[in-house]
T-cell receptor
Framework: QKEVEQNSGPLSVPEGAIASLNCTYS??????FFWYRQYSGKSPELIMS????GDKEDGRFTAQLNKASQYVSLLIRDSQPSDSATYLC???????????FGIGTKLQVIP | EADIYQTPRYLVIGTGKKITLECSQT?????MYWYQQDPGMELHLIHY???????EKGDLSSESTVSRIRTEHFPLTLESARPSHTSQYLC???????????????FGPGTRLTVL
């Protein structure tokens, strides 16, 4: 079992719709969770971080964390073609400074 | 915007050559990382450092070595490049742990290495 699992996609959504990206992790002691966006040929950039159960909203983005079920999700409202990218889920396990990344979900927003 | 730099951005080199990929950050971050990523594939951690004179191997076995003599500088060296080393190499850094244990990583632009 991988430490951080994501569906590689592609996930296709029409412009203006809500895109829902999911991630599960194996270490129950994980404490910090991150979503990165990576455009093709570019470096990952942080878009959201979440540390406690519940929802965290930032503009069109909402991160959701459920530690009991060991999943974290990212919702993108009013999806735009410019949101088309690969979204990487990253998890920091308790006691360690290094972060484990998932394979990423490729999102395609269709105009 | 994060101030983390990598040079060169692109490198094409012959088999057997020694190469050093440079990574520098001006943010005073204590932690630095090297990742390897093939096109369309996941990030693999190959080296990391918690501070000066601290280096550790990551999850992916690598024939490269790193050093951390200065806080801002974390070079990666391949003593003898091979075609199997062809990949994208990404450097990242993160600040001291915050109150919530946050360890966001800031990535450099990457070095695309091709070994012929």
């Amino acid at each position: 079992q991988k430490e951080v699992e994501q569906n590689s996609g592609p996930l296709s959504v029409p412009e203006g719709a809500i895109a829902s990206l999911n991630c599960t992790y194996s270490d129950r002691g994980s404490q910090s969770f991150f979503w990165y966006r990576q455009y093709s040929g570019k470096s990952p950039e942080l878009i959201m971080s979440i540390y406690s159960n519940g929802d965290k909203e930032d503009g069109r983005f909402t991160a959701q964390l459920n530690k009991a079920s060991q999943y974290v999700s990212l919702l993108i409202r009013d999806s735009q073609p410019s949101d088309s990218a690969t979204y990487l889920c990253a998890v920091r396990s308790g006691g360690y400074q290094k972060v484990t990344f998932g394979i990423g979900t490729k999102l395609q927003v269709i105009p | 915007e994060a101030d983390i730099y990598q040079t060169p951005r692109y490198l094409v080199i012959g088999t057997g050559k020694k190469i050093t990929l440079e990574c520098s950050q001006t943010m005073g971050h204590d932690k630095m990382y090297w990742y390897q990523q093939d096109p369309g594939m996941e990030l693999h951690l190959i080296h990391y450092s918690y501070g000066v004179n601290s280096t550790e191997k990551g999850d992916l076995s690598s024939e490269s070595t790193v050093s951390r003599i200065r806080t801002e500088h974390f070079p990666l060296t391949l003593e003898s490049a091979r075609p199997s080393h062809t990949s994208q190499y990404l450097c990242a850094s993160s600040p001291p742990q915050g109150l919530q244990g946050s360890t966001e990583q800031f990535f450099g632009p990457g070095t695309r290495l091709t070994v012929l």
